[in-house]
């Protein structure tokens, strides 16, 4: 217990730091009235289980705790995240109704035609937090290093199976680079979320997953899951034996 505090602790601090401000934000009166006055909706335009669905649970304990505000999280996962997110860009600018989402939010626009444009639609309220993805493959797999499973997709190209959120995300756009800078040939398989990826990993179903550190730490603690490699430039403290991608392949770097 005492371990998982300590790797998660830079991660609950910057969060806890991030809340602090948006409590701050929201220490006036929202403008409407009625018996809904105060209960503030966010929208998570991810399935429940990843990283934005902790995040999005651990944020509204800690405002509500420090700004007595009442919190309804509504889960409206699909089209890279751009479901939730026109929902919230068409919403009522009453302040009562907050979209959290990742990098997603800003590749949408280039890879779809959506029918709002976020950039617009939408007004920034903080940074929450930044994350490295996390290559993990299942503990039971014959993958001990990122040199092993690199060996191995090169031995059989075409039949191996990275999973992780669905297209046109981060974790995606990851794989892709990683497909490039390595000439790899393997099979993306997409998901709804980092949640549906990380279960299918844990039920064999899938080679290796990408995914943030706050969904798969469990798994890592538990020894049912081996990272083999983070995205980040440099190591990062929670996993300081574990490679960076860009240690193989230099200038790789994806943050979540």
């Known amino acids: ?30 403008p409407s009235a009625g018996a809904e006055n105060g209960v503030i909706k966010v929208v998570l335009p991810l399935p429940p289980g990843g990283a934005g669905d902790i995040i999005a649970r651990l944020l509204t304990d ?18 890279g ?3 939730g997110t026109e929902a919230v860009a068409r919403a009522a600018a009453d ?6 989402n990742a990098p997603y939010l800003l590749i949408g626009p280039h890879l779809r ?41 090169r031995a059989r190209p075409g039949q191996m ?11 995606h756009i990851g794989f892709e680079k990683l497909r490039r800078d390595s000439g790899l040939d393997f099979i993306y398989v997409p998901f709804s979320g980092g949640g549906p990826a990380i279960n299918a990993l844990l039920g064999n179903h899938v080679t290796a997953v990408l995914a943030e550190y706050a969904p798969l ?3 890592l603690k538990a020894g049912t899951l081996r990272p083999l490699a983070v995205t980040s430039t440099a190591r990062v403290p929670s996993l300081p034996d574990v490679p960076t991608i860009a240690e193989s392949y230099p200038g790789f770097e994806v943050d979540f």
């Open 81 to 83: 995240t751009m479901i």
């Open 95 to 100: 302040g009562k109704t907050l979209l959290i």
């Open 161 to 171: 199976t990275f999973a992780s959120a669905g297209p046109g995300t981060t974790h």
């Open 113 to 153: 035609k959506l029918t709002f444009d976020p950039l617009t639609g939408l007004d920034p309220v903080c940074h929450l937090v930044s994350s490295p993805g996390v290559l993990a493959v299942n503990a039971a797999s014959p993958y001990a290093t990122f040199a092993d499973l690199i060996q191995a997709v």
């Open 1 to 30: 217990m005492k371990s998982r505090r300590r790797t998660m602790a830079p991660f609950l601090s910057r969060l806890l730091a991030s809340a602090t401000a948006l409590a701050a934000l929201l220490s006036s009166p929202l």
């Open 217 to 219: 730490s469990e798994h």
């Open 62 to 79: 800690q405002v509500g705790r420090l700004n007595h505000r009442s919190f309804t999280i509504e889960t409206r996962p699909g089209a």
